[in-house]
């Protein structure tokens, strides 16, 4: 299985371009400043790591033709499946280990005993995997993803002989300032761009 060894750049001046999504569609006028600032600012690859994979979708296919009109690599990344599985295991778990509490509680539910000391055991019992589960989901999303998306960058660009050289990122709302931090923390200059409204020579860094 892949371990998370983040290598750190090594003598490149990056500049990553990191651009939220508010899990939304591309629209009209997006796209047009999109095309503007793709003419404008030469990227040697793009990365996209959106959040809802019908969005995802999307984005690729949008994309996916402005990228090649402008001859720019385009990378999908995420934290890899096999890393995933182990790490959603214990999450499984505790969700089919709900699911039999829950029939268990039903039962006494119908049984008129909801207010028995087993039924609130139950209860309570239920609602703190429930809590346990939704910390892991959120560790995962939240913390362990970011990691994993930056360590994939760093290997793309490690790979790249230019010395220095631009990076266009997508990414969601949820990560984004996480990801800012990440980058910075490995010597990579950020920039937060807005689709909505981009001027080149106001780039927030």
């Not at 591309?26 to 959040?51: H, P, T, V, W, Y």
């Not at 984005?59 to 402008?70: A, G, M, P, Q």
């Not at 509680?105 to 346990?132: P, R, V």
Request: charged content about 35%; aromatic content about 10%; hydrophobic content about 40%.
């Amino acid at each position: 299985m892949e371990t998370l060894e983040i290598k750190p750049i090594k003598n490149k001046k990056i500049t990553l371009y990191l651009i939220r999504n508010k899990n939304q569609r591309l629209d009209n006028s997006q796209l047009k400043n999109l095309k503007s600032f793709l003419k404008k600012e030469k990227f040697r690859f793009a990365i996209i790591d959106l959040n809802e994979e019908e969005i995802k979708k999307s984005y690729e296919s949008v994309l996916s033709r402005f990228l090649d009109k402008f001859w720019i690599p385009y990378y999908s990344i995420d934290i890899p499946d096999n890393v995933r599985d182990f790490l959603t295991v214990d999450i499984i778990e505790k969700e089919a280990l709900i699911n039999e509490l829950e029939m268990e509680y039903a039962t006494l539910c119908d049984e008129h005993k909801e207010d028995s000391y087993k039924a609130q055991s139950l209860k309570i019992w239920m609602e703190l995997l429930k809590n346990e589960i939704d910390s892991q989901k959120k560790s995962i999303q939240l913390t362990i993803k970011p990691k994993w998306i930056v360590k994939k960058v760093l290997d793309i660009a490690n790979m790249i002989r230019n010395d220095a050289f631009s990076i266009m990122h997508f990414t969601h709302e949820e990560i984004f300032s996480e990801l800012k931090i990440l980058f910075e923390n490995y010597n990579i200059k950020v920039k937060k761009i807005d689709l909505n409204n981009i001027n080149i020579n106001k780039i927030i860094t």
